[in-house]
């Protein structure tokens, strides 16, 4: 009952028809993160309920300066009060209602659009989280990554998803075959239709590695150059430059070993370990010796906190550490 009465509320708050006190009481209410899901999707149900006139707002607004430009007199403050109280009420009343109530449905475009129609998933320092999708595709997002994608529809009339920092996907093949798309920041953009494949969009590079299926490979910005074509086994790499390499590894799943809590050391550098320190536990990390920064190691350890893995490295490299908060200094 609590439920049909918030939702009937908030249909006359969406409205303009609420009193001060029951504003109040929705503003205490959304105080709950947990309420900000549902608000949304009642939001989004009473504006298909109460759709306007087909003409955008842009229109309209473009419309009522051109009405302004043209009536008022040019000698007068666009705002002067006529000494006439009904040519006030008449006219002025009306126009700047309307203006006021464009410029709200405007910013409410602008500033609530990727609110509303889209949903972000963020993930702290030293967590995973898995995602799924409504088209039933599987997403297990690594440490400090976020996905974006569509709160409506998804499925149906797109499955593009944005991504930034490191995630594994598992996507499921669509009866109409509509392909799926990762878009990174960089603008290396994946297109796959159903397979399993983990992506890397962080500062230092971008990486895709595909472990089943078939994976498209596409720059944003030269959207009518060919496409690189990876196969199960490709490990496509793009620097900071825009440069693309392409090599091949026998072991695909330990790019998403992350995802079972282990770290997969191939002949790893420590200056690349102390870079996946900062991205995935938000460490600060000097290594006092040159020498010691291209100093590499193999191995599969445990990574369930931060801690551990700390331990694990000094082990392995067989060094020492100070800490200091969230500062590391590796050395001999």
Known sequence: MEDIIVKNLLFDYFAGQISPLQKKAIEAWLQNPNNHEQYYQWLHEWELAHLQAPASWQDAFART??????????SQPFLAVSRNPGWWSYYNHKMVAAIVLITLIGASVFGLKGV????TIQVGYGQTQQVKLTDGSLVTLNANSSLRFPRFGFGDGTRTVELTGEADFQVQHSPLNQRFVVVTPKGLQVTVLGTQFTVFARQRRSQITLRTGKVA?????TPKSPSIIMKPGDLVTM??????????????EIQSAWKHQRITLDRTSLK???????????????????????RTATGSFPAHN???????????????????????????
């Open 65 to 74: 300066q051109e009405r302004v430009s043209q009536e008022a007199p040019e």
């Open 217 to 221: 490979l596409q720059m944003s910005q």
């Open 306 to 332: 931060a801690d551990e893995v700390l331990d694990m490295i000094t082990e392995l490299f067989d060094i020492n550490l100070t800490r200091q908060n969230n500062k590391i200094v590796f050395k001999d």
């Open 239 to 252: 620097d900071n430059s825009g440069k693309l390499t392409r090599a091949h590894t026998a072991n695909p």
């Open 272 to 294: 690349e370990i102390a870079a996946i320190l900062q991205e995935n536990y938000g460490f600060q990390v000097e290594i006092k010796d040159p020498e010691l920064a291209n």
């Open 116 to 119: 509303i129609f889209y949903k």
